[in-house]
Every structure is written in C-alpha cells, then in structure tokens.
C-alpha cells in the first residue's frame, strides 16, 4: 500500500480580463505600502502592459526596476538589491517571464541575509551532498504577474548566473513563494511567440521529468500528464487565430508543472539545458528540447511507468512499442512541426565544450533525482555527446 505525505503551498491565483483589479488588494493584504515592479526592458519599451499595472497597484507602487536581464546574472541582482534598499521597498510585483520572478526573489533573499549569494546557495558538505543552507530572514512578499508559461511563477528556488565560473547559484527559500499570481490576458499577449514557446518547452521537459521521476505519487501524476496535454495542445496553437487561447493553455500548463514538479523534482534534462543555455546564451527551452530525447533513452529501463504515462498524455499509447520509442516519436513529430533545432551544434554549442558542461551540472540539485541514478560526469558526457 501507498504512503506518503502530500503538503499543497498557500496559492491565490486570479484569472482574466479583470484579474489585476485584485492587485491593490493583495498588496494590502500582506501589508506592502511601497511595492516594486521587476521587469526588464523590453515591457518598459512596450509600455501598455507596465502601465496596467501599475494603475492596478495605484499608490502602493513605489518604483520600478527594470534590469532584469536573461538568466538572472548575479551582478544585475545586486543592482536590484540596492535598488530596493533606495526605494525602501516592503514588497516586490515581478511582472514578465522566469527572469523576472528569479531576479525578484533572488534579490529579495541577498536583501535579507548576511553574505553574499555564494554563502548562501547550494553546495556539496564534506560527504559530497548537496546541501541548501536554512535562510531564516523574513523575506519580502512576492507577487507574479507572468507573462510566458514558466514553472518558475510557483517554485522556491532562485538560480543565479555567477558570471566569475559561469555556474548556477541555487538560492532556496520557502518564503519566496509567490504570495499571489495574476494571469491577465494583455499581458499574455506581450511577449514575442519564439519566447513563449521556448518557455514552453522548457516547462514540457519539466513536466516529462517529473513523470518519468520516481518520487510521484497520484496528485503529481494527475497535474503532470494535463500540463503536457495542454503544452502539446497549446505549441501546436501558436500562430493560429486560436494563439490567445494557446497561450492561456501553456500558461497553466506551466502553473501545474510548477506545482507538481515540487513533489517529483526533475532529472538530468533540467541541469543539462541550464548549463548549454547559461554557457552558449541560448534559451532554456530550446536546448531541453534538443536533450530531451537522449535523456529519455537514458532513463528508459529506470523510468518504464512514467513513460507510459507520459506517451498517454502525448497521445501515444503503449501497446507493444517500448514506452521510451513511443515518448521520443512523439517529441520528435512535436520539435518538427516548431522546427526547432535538433543538436546541439546547431545552436553553436561546440563539442570540446561538452566536459565542462557535464562538470558544471553534476554540481545540480535535480541530478539526484534522475530515476537512473548517475555516478558521474562520464555519464552527463555521453548524453550530451549523443546530442552533439
């Protein structure tokens, strides 16, 4: 018989054309009089979809940051932190995609705690575990406004681009849950469909990790199988008459992934594409994309249930066709039809880079979770070669 436990963080979400009505509010109910806006620059140029929302937080609004770069680099965080010192802020509205809500609660924590972020990440203790040190300083409320479907809205960890080694710094505190979400479509509509879809990817590769994890349970399985549902049925909706509509259906796709994905955590394709796309400065989801398929065929003996589950929500159920093949037909008729890059080469990444990346995600909270356990780099190596 099954047991387990099974703990659903606080979420208060708001939906549609008059979601962001509910701003002021919620800004006055977790006691923010000074909120203030992260985004990046190009919703500032935009300049429509910042101005609902700032009329939507009225005189609780007390500035504007608009730094926020791809990948969250440590140094731009800490411009933030001063800029949130400067503005005495007592909240933060982070409004755009991934970047946005990470740089938010990244400066959020280096605002609260003593040291700098690489005291205060993830790191191996002396048995080589990884190990997240216990962040104890009351954080600022986080807000979200997201505007690609990025599983990051819902999570608790902030990754940080050390611009010195090139590596991830993982900040994790609970605290910086998003104390709400509003999904407003105007600001769906904002941003370019190639980032929309790379996020979509993104959040689909979390979502088949998640699934092929063994650290599921039936609440995980039930979010993770309707998100990729959605993620197929809404990527193959971009750039039809039906795109608002799509871009709603990866939107919570990305909400679900993000919440069950706390339960399952994810495998090797996540560390993989973090370390291509920080290293080569490509999108998340666009390398997972190319990774995915080789990490599927890594894991098939490990993973069999997840992957039937998973080659049901793409539409490929298992009758005498191996899970795994079933999975990667699918995910290579869904890549053809985005004409999405298929190698690695073929975003620029080069093949004597390919050790240092393998290093680079060992160091990886997810990796431990792959349902093949993975030994050691050698082992990263090999799928990123056969993807090479």
């Given at each position: ?18 979601s962001l009505a509910a701003l ?255 290293r080569f400065h490509v999108d ?105």
């Open positions: 018989m099954r047991r387990g436990q099974h703990f659903v963080p606080a979420l208060r979400l708001f939906d549609g054309a008059d002021h509010g919620e800004l006055a109910r977790v006691g923010s009089l000074r909120a203030v806006v992260f985004c990046g620059a190009s919703l500032v140029r935009e300049g429509a979809a910042l101005d609902t929302v700032r009329r939507a937080m009225g005189d609780r609004c007390a500035g504007v940051f608009a730094g926020v770069k791809a990948h969250s680099p440590l140094d731009d965080v800490e411009v933030a932190v001063q800029e949130l010192k400067r503005l005495r802020a007592d909240a933060v509205v982070a409004v755009g995609g991934g970047s946005a809500v990470v740089t938010a609660r990244a400066a959020s924590i280096l605002l609260a705690e003593p040291g700098d972020a690489r005291d205060l990440c993830t790191v191996r203790n002396g048995d080589g575990a990884l190990f997240s040190p216990r962040l104890q300083a009351p954080k600022l409320a986080q807000l979200v406004v997201p505007t690609t479907p990025t599983t990051a809205t819902l999570k608790a960890g902030s990754a940080v681009l050390d611009p010195v080694d090139g590596k991830r710094l993982a900040l994790f505190d609970p605290k910086t849950r998003a104390q709400a979400v509003f999904v407003h479509p105007d600001l769906l509509k904002t941003p370019p469909g190639t980032l929309v879809i790379s996020a979509a990817l993104n959040t689909l590769a979390m979502a088949l990790e998640g699934l092929m994890s063994l650290a599921g349970d039936p609440f995980s399985d039930g979010l993770l199988m309707h998100a990729t549902r959605l993620i197929a049925q809404g990527l193959a909706g971009m750039g039809t008459s039906d795109e608002a509509a799509a871009r709603s259906d990866l939107m919570f796709a990305s909400l679900m992934c993000g919440h069950a994905t706390d339960y399952t955590g994810a495998g090797i394709a996540i560390p993989l594409g973090h370390a291509v796309s920080a998340n989801g666009f390398a997972n994309a190319i990774l995915l398929p080789h990490v599927v065929r890594f894991n098939a003996q490990a993973a069999i249930s997840g992957l039937a589950k998973l080659a049901a929500a793409l539409g490929r159920p298992v009758r005498e066709a191996d899970p795994a093949d079933a999975v990667i037909q699918a995910l290579d008729q869904l890549l053809e039809q985005l004409c999405a890059p298929r190698r690695l080469r073929d975003i620029g990444v080069t093949r004597a880079s390919l050790p240092e990346l393998a290093e680079i995600s060992m160091d990886d909270w997810f990796v431990q979770g792959n349902p093949r356990p993975v030994r050691d780099a050698s082992e990263l190596l090999s799928v990123l070669t056969n993807a090479w």
